[in-house]
């Protein structure tokens, strides 16, 4: 019997904090959730602040700690997780000095024709494996310079989001090599910072963090955090990983593995055994928590934002009628959708524009093949098939790209609808494997702290002892050959309408 102990996550989302308490054979004991706002004050712009983050931790923890000591139940250890491509400017005291522009800020385009003009795009790639696009860290750290530079002078570190709150218990400027690696400062074959582009951007390399590996010590929390959050001082605190590590709660730990994810976003990353460049930028890479292994694919922008769009403007009537049952609307479209014939209508999902593979801002969303004999419930199911894809257009360019993937894996999100993973397997010619994970970042989260713990050798070990397969959906001959031809014509619709999205993009300004 394994001495199974009680970890504390924390997961800084991009709408929400969420606080768990876990055991480490993987039961969640108590949960707690807090939104935090995005702040939108110029057209492409999207920032939160920081202190938002540390108001939604210090409630949420308070919460869920509550419920442990009715349970009597003693935290060990702690760990924190959290959104990608973003970071807060600190003084040496770790206070903010501007608000953090998430992912979704779209503000230094201008920047990143400066950084093309010293840098190719292709040898940023090759370097960091990510594409120089204004979503990244590095560029809106360069607006930062060029647009505020008195504030810019005074930052002594940049801080991701996680970072910024890890900080905040510790007292510790530190960060791991999976959130380094989506800062486009990272050197994913030396698995360091890179002077070279630290000197490009124009930002000094002493306001880096220091990078550990996600399963080592961050330090212990400070008297001051315990008095805020109500955790103990001195419990000690890991390093953790950002959000990506939610691959672990799918299972993906070999070669050939492909991990799928389904949120408001959808996600396909492939593991690999070296670093994957592509000239052209397609897709990005970094290393997995597990040494000697990289991560290869991207995000779709809408999966689970295009189901909930369908669903409010199309959908009221299932809305207001599982207000009463208390069922899910999503349970009840995907019951009707069973009935609908695959591919009858196809939908391109790119409501947001579009990131991996297209990587194109004004990609619009289109309904293709309308006709008066369809009904909504072709339109509904036409939205999870065009989401799938655009996961198969992932794939496809990670395979071209010469990395196998043999099968997909997936946890939670999405993944709960049985039609949906169905369509994805015959979408994508593969079998796919549901492990039911819930809340699989922080999960993953949980599973870094107990290997620090060593309540498990290994992430593998500890993968292997907690993460099981639930159900396997083969694809089906049928649907996977009529859906490998309707692919190569929604392909072709993007293609043939990408130059009107741009000219109605500007019309629309």
């Known amino acids: 019997m394994r001495d199974h102990r009680y970890v504390l996550a924390i997961e800084i989302g991009t709408t929400s904090c969420k606080s768990f308490i876990f055991r480490t054979d993987g039961y969640r004991i108590a949960a707690s959730a807090k939104e935090h706002p995005t702040y939108y004050p110029h057209f492409g712009w999207a920032e939160q602040n920081p202190a938002d983050w540390w108001s939604a931790v210090r409630e949420t923890t308070k919460e869920v700690l509550a419920r442990a000591r009715e349970s009597n139940l ?37 920047q990143c024709r ?36 008195e504030i810019f002078k005074k930052m002594h570190k940049l801080l991701p989001p996680k970072d910024f709150i890890r900080f905040k218990l510790t007292d510790e400027f530190l960060t791991d090599h999976i959130e380094a690696s989506g800062t486009l400062l990272y050197d994913i074959r030396k698995r360091e910072w890179s002077p070279e582009l630290f000197d490009i951007f124009q930002i000094p390399l002493t306001c880096a963090p220091e990078i550990r590996n996600s399963t080592l010590s961050a330090g212990e929390v400070t ?63 970094y290393p997995h928590v597990i040494e000697n292994v990289w991560v290869v694919g991207g995000p779709t922008s809408a999966a689970g934002t295009a189901l909930r769009w369908f669903r409010d403007n199309f ?63 072709d339109m ?26 043999n099968h997909l894996m997936i946890a939670d999100g999405g993944a709960h609808s049985s039609l949906w993973r169905q369509i994805i397997a015959d979408v ?3 079998p796919l494997y549901f492990t039911g994970i819930e809340e699989s970042a922080s999960f993953g ?17 500890a993968c292997g002892q907690l993460v099981h397969t639930k159900t396997v959906n083969q694809p089906v001959l049928e649907n996977q050959a009529k859906y490998a031809a309707l692919f190569e014509i929604y392909r072709k619709i993007y293609r043939s309408l990408s130059n009107e999205f741009n000219t109605l993009n500007q019309l629309s300004v």
């Open 74 to 110: 003693e935290i060990s250890i702690v760990a924190v997780t959290g959104q990608m491509h973003s970071a807060v400017p600190v003084t040496s005291s770790g206070e903010p000095l501007y608000n953090c522009a998430i992912l979704t800020d779209r503000r230094s385009f201008g």
């Open 114 to 149: 400066k950084i093309e003009e010293k840098i190719s795009r292709a040898s940023v790639h090759e370097i960091t494996g990510n594409r120089l696009d204004p979503y990244i860290t590095a560029p809106k750290l360069l607006w930062l310079k060029d647009e505020k530079p």
């Open 223 to 285: 008297r001051e955090a315990a008095r805020e959050t109500g955790i103990d001082e001195g419990v000690p605190v890991i390093v953790g990983g950002a959000d990506d590590i939610d691959i672990l709660g799918t299972g993906a730990l070999k070669i050939g593995s492909a991990s799928c994810h389904l949120a408001s976003t959808g996600e396909i990353v492939a593991l690999t055994e070296r670093p994957i460049s592509d000239p052209l930028g397609r897709v990005e890479c």
């Open 315 to 377: 959908a009221q009537d299932v809305v207001e009628k599982c207000r009463e049952t208390k069922e899910s609307p999503y349970r009840i479209l995907d019951s009707e959708a069973m009935n609908s014939a695959a591919g009858s209508i196809l939908f391109l999902p790119y409501l947001l524009g579009e990131r991996c593979p297209l990587w194109d801002p004004n990609a619009m969303g289109v309904f293709f093949g309308l006709k008066t004999s369809h009904t909504r419930t």
């Open 380 to 405: 509904y199911r036409s939205i999870l098939e065009g989401v799938a894809f655009s996961l198969r257009d992932i794939t496809t360019t990670i395979e071209q790209l010469g990395v196998d993937v």
């Open 428 to 430: 994508m010619g593969k």
């Open 445 to 461: 989260s949980m599973i870094l702290a107990a290997v620090h713990l060593e309540i498990y050798s290994s992430i593998e070990e």
